[in-house]
């Protein structure tokens, strides 16, 4: 059984909400990541860190229950509104501020954007 | 037609797959959200999905968006709006008249009704197209 390790990711520049404390889990081991080409280094960045499960949500997809973070790259509107809609941490690369008809789902205990590879350290 | 334009080009061709059960709820927004036929499953009910047999380069203003039987000018473009859809087929249209992108994901056309698509109708952008508005000036 892998043992799971926390991290801290903090907003980026220009970024909003977090900082967020990631601790993936038996029930919840899924760092996924919602970008284009491939498993993002900042996804990457915290499946190494946490010893988390990086997982690439555009090759197969993944129950949500699973998801102990959704890393991704929205530019505003859609992604940066399902994941927090449905209570799961997300981190966006982009520097984005809750907008969009879901904007009332992001908070800033569930999400934190603008995040960069450094920007995630050990908790 | 001075002879020296480029003729259009289709920079982007693809082909409604489906429509998610949100997707009015947007377009009361005046929001369309398109995303690949293989995106995550999370993705489907909020977007329009498509299959691209043509994805050479993102849009930029000033472009045709066609949507089956509609077409509308490009205003302005997100920075992001490029990536995302060549590498996922994603979009954020908004029919809101800004010629500014207020978010680096938004594509911008004037404020207007956006169609509610249907499977197998266009979803297309063209360069370089001369507009009604352009031949009566």
Sequence with gaps: MPEYKSVKVKQGRGGWGGPLTITPTDAKPLIYSVTGGGIHPVAAKIAELTGGEAFDGFKSSAPFEKIAVAVIDCGGTARVGVYPMKKVLTVDIHATSPAGPLAQFITEELFVSGVKPDDVEPA | ?137
Excluded at chain 2, 38 to 57: F, G, N
């Design chain 2, 1 to 137: 037609m001075t002879g020296t334009e480029a003729p259009p080009r289709v920079i982007y061709d693809s082909t409604v797959t489906a429509v998610g059960s949100q997707v009015e709820a947007f377009l009361d927004h005046g929001i369309l959200i398109f995303f690949a036929d293989e995106s995550p499953a999370e993705l489907h009910d909020m977007s329009v999905r498509h299959t691209a047999a043509v994805a050479e380069e993102g849009p930029q203003a000033g472009d045709t968006m066609v949507l089956g039987e509609h077409r509308m000018e490009i205003l302005a473009v997100g920075s992001v709006v490029s990536d995302n859809l060549l590498q996922l087929g994603h979009l954020d249209l908004k029919a809101n008249g800004l010629t500014e992108a207020k978010l680096p994901g938004d594509v911008n056309v004037a404020t207007q009704d956006l169609p509610l698509l249907a499977a197998g109708d266009a979803f297309r952008i063209v360069r370089g197209e001369r507009r009604t508005t352009e031949e009566t000036a």
